[in-house]
């Protein structure tokens, strides 16, 4: 049922009113026809997580593109992936090295949260470079042999940091916003983000879809770097994808980046190439205990710079 605010919301403003009603279906029906895939039940040692990375993108770029799967996120973006994944007991296996800051408000659902957001951030480019996750992850497993790795990079999501994207697409902004009660926008100040340029026409889709891809490109070779540095079956994956003004369903509105709760093919459907390895990890679980090494304060900035808006 909606709430007494949702229903006023939602005579205010009909594109709100039209999202609800998709969400509610996308839960209820789209589900029985992209049915949310738990990773954690997959057969792997290493997961990367290639950040909103949309399975036809990886394809036009993998040269494993013939080997290449995929699979039905359980979200539409980082949070709802994460607390999908983390909604059903501990990951006491699991050593998370992220360049995302949403894992990090879960440290207590994992063994251990390995936070490059904060020990390895690009004030510059307002990101995290492959490079930094990478040797994170490396770090990682030489101290936690007998744990399945995740290692979450930033890249493709936004801010691109490719060549074209820096000198071709607008500069990227930080911003400051406030949500109500049901998660939407409220208040946003201090800049757009490319999927606002993009809603606007002040960027073109095949300007978009380029620095998206070549973003890609960026991170994919120093993924595959890594998979073959670490023991065991490592999977190259994405937690969601991104839409590029695509429609939702039934109501047909369009989308930009990736709103929480629908299950559009360019918002789940996300790539899954697996690389063996004749050594596999001999994995254990251990007891929880509380990782508090790390105050959560400076998360809401890093998500901020990042351009999460919703």
Same mark, same amino acid.
């Given at each position: 049922?909606?709430?007494?605010?949702?229903?006023?919301?939602?005579?205010?403003?009909?594109?709100?009113?039209?999202?609800?009603?998709?969400?509610?279906?996308?839960?209820?029906?789209?589900?029985?026809?992209?049915?949310?895939?738990?990773?954690?039940?997959?057969?792997?040692?290493?997961?990367?997580?290639? /950040?909103?990375?949309? *399975?036809?993108?990886?394809?036009? $770029? !993998?040269?494993?593109?013939?080997?290449?799967? @995929? #699979?039905?996120?359980?979200?539409?973006?980082?949070?709802?992936?994460?607390?999908?994944?983390?909604?059903?007991?501990?990951?006491?296996?699991?050593?998370?090295?992220?360049?995302?800051?949403?894992?990090?408000?879960?440290?207590?659902?994992?063994?251990?949260?390995?936070?490059?957001?904060?020990?390895?951030?690009?004030?510059?480019?307002?990101?995290?470079?492959?490079?930094?996750?990478?040797?994170?992850?490396?770090?990682?497993?030489?101290?936690?042999?007998?744990?399945?790795?995740?290692?979450?990079?930033?890249?493709?999501?936004?801010?691109?940091?490719?060549?074209?994207?820096?000198?071709?697409?607008?500069?990227?902004?930080?911003?400051?916003?406030?949500?109500?009660?049901?998660?939407?926008?409220?208040?946003?100040?201090?800049?757009? /983000?490319?999927?606002? *340029?993009?809603?606007?026409?002040? $960027? !073109?889709?095949?300007?978009?879809?380029?620095? @998206? #891809?070549?973003?890609?490109?960026?991170?994919?070779?120093?993924?595959?770097?890594?998979?073959?540095?670490?023991?065991?079956?490592?999977?190259?994956?994405?937690?969601?994808?991104?839409?590029?003004?695509?429609?939702?369903?039934?109501?047909?509105?369009?989308?930009?980046?990736?709103?929480?709760?629908?299950?559009?093919?360019?918002?789940?459907?996300?790539?899954?190439?697996?690389?063996?390895?004749?050594?596999?990890?001999?994995?254990?679980?251990?007891?929880?205990?509380?990782?508090?090494?790390?105050?959560?304060?400076?998360?809401?900035?890093?998500?901020?710079?990042?351009?999460?808006?919703?």
């Amino acid at each position: 049922m909606y709430s007494k605010g949702q229903i006023l919301k939602g005579v205010r403003d009909p594109r709100f009113a039209a999202l609800q009603f998709n969400r509610r279906f996308a839960d209820d029906i789209l589900t029985k026809i992209r049915p949310k895939t738990n990773f954690f039940e997959e057969d792997w040692d290493n997961l990367l997580i290639l /950040d909103s990375c949309r *399975y036809d993108l990886l394809k036009s $770029v !993998s040269d494993g593109a013939d080997s290449l799967e @995929y #699979r039905w996120s359980p979200g539409s973006n980082s949070e709802e992936f994460i607390q999908y994944h983390t909604a059903g007991g501990p990951l006491n296996d699991v050593v998370w090295v992220t360049a995302n800051p949403f894992v990090s408000r879960h440290r207590s659902e994992i063994f251990k949260v390995i936070d490059v957001w904060d020990t390895g951030w690009d004030d510059e480019l307002q990101t995290v470079l492959p490079k930094t996750v990478k040797q994170a992850a490396v770090a990682a497993e030489k101290e936690y042999p007998n744990k399945r790795l995740v290692v979450q990079f930033m890249q493709p999501h936004y801010p691109f940091i490719d060549e074209f994207s820096q000198t071709e697409l607008p500069a990227h902004s930080t911003f400051d916003t406030e949500f109500d009660e049901d998660g939407e926008i409220q208040n946003k100040t201090e800049g757009r /983000d490319i999927w606002e *340029y993009l809603r606007a026409n002040d $960027v !073109s889709k095949h300007d978009l879809w380029t620095g @998206y #891809r070549e973003n890609l490109q960026t991170v994919l070779p120093i993924a595959q770097q890594l998979g073959d540095q670490l023991t065991g079956r490592t999977v190259i994956t994405s937690d969601h994808g991104n839409e590029l003004g695509g429609y939702s369903f039934p109501v047909p509105i369009r989308l930009y980046g990736h709103p929480r709760g629908l299950r559009s093919k360019n918002l789940v459907k996300v790539p899954w190439l697996i690389s063996d390895s004749p050594k596999r990890k001999e994995i254990t679980g251990e007891d929880m205990s509380v990782d508090s090494e790390h105050v959560d304060g400076s998360i809401t900035d890093r998500l901020r710079a990042l351009g999460y808006q919703e």
